[in-house]
Antibody
Framework: EVQLVESGGGLVQPGGSLKLSCAASGFTFRSYWLSWVRQAPGKGLEWVANINQDGSEQYYVDSVKGRFTISRDNAKNSLFLQMNSLRGEDTAVYYC?????WGLGALVTVSS | QAVVTQEPSLTVSPGGTVTLTCGSSTGPVTSGHYPYWFQQKPGQAPRTLIYDTSKRQSWIPARFSGSLLGGKAALTLSGAQPEDEADYYCLLSFGGAHDVGAQVFGGGTKLTVL
């Protein structure tokens, strides 16, 4: 059974940093592209970033380029999202997604 | 980045059929955009319905189907049930035929079964 469990969310001040993790199990982790998707309160889904199988390619939505970094550790079946220079508009539930499977999400709140 | 468009809202009668569409500002949607469709109910994580245009996840009822229609990706619900009332999102990939690349969600369609 595929399982994705996000962690690392919380309350952070504007300009601060946070690192999200996604622990995966139940599938061959190293074989798939992985994504982070977020949803601001009361809003739609927004694709944030993705990464290819060996980590050599990453893509980002324009609003997070230069601030967020997606990475993966295939040995530990883990996906990460390093978020720097956080803004209020980054407040959202962040989901990791792979091949149609979703985690339950981690809430990130950016507020002073 | 591209803008992906969906109908903001649609209504379908119980037992009826409805088609949701997903267009791209860059031109016609093709299989190379690897269209995905997701369903989300209030307070829940999204659930994947369709991937790669028309492939249905194993746990998804056959009343959901995906296709390309008139230059857009389409999700057709045949025989709508009350439990199908939800928000529906499409996702397109813009990496070309051999790469996932950057992806963009549509704004979502709020489907009412009434």
């Amino acid at each position: 059974e595929v399982q994705l469990v996000e962690s690392g969310g919380g309350l952070v001040q504007p300009g601060g940093s946070l690192k999200l993790s996604c622990a995966a199990s139940g599938f061959t982790f190293r074989s798939y592209w992985l994504s982070w998707v977020r949803q601001a309160p009361g809003k739609g889904l927004e694709w944030v970033a993705n990464i290819n199988q060996d980590g050599s390619e990453q893509y980002y939505v324009d609003s997070v380029k230069g601030r967020f970094t997606i990475s993966r550790d295939n040995a530990k079946n883990s996906l990460f999202l390093q978020m720097n220079s956080l803004r209020g508009e980054d407040t959202a539930v962040y989901y990791c997604e792979v091949q149609g499977y979703w985690g339950l999400g981690a809430l990130v709140t950016v507020s002073s | 980045q591209a803008v992906v468009t969906q109908e903001p809202s649609l209504t379908v009668s119980p037992g009826g059929t409805v088609t949701l569409t997903c267009g791209s500002s860059t031109g016609p949607v093709t299989s190379g955009h690897y269209p995905y469709w997701f369903q989300q109910k209030p307070g829940q994580a999204p659930r994947t319905l369709i991937y790669d245009t028309s492939k249905r996840q194993s746990w998804i009822p056959a009343r959901f189907s995906g296709s390309l229609l008139g230059g857009k990706a389409a999700l057709t619900l045949s025989g709508a049930q009350p439990e199908d009332e939800a928000d529906y999102y499409c996702l397109l990939s813009f990496g070309g035929a051999h790469d996932v690349g950057a992806q963009v969600f549509g704004g979502g369609t709020k489907l009412t079964v009434l």
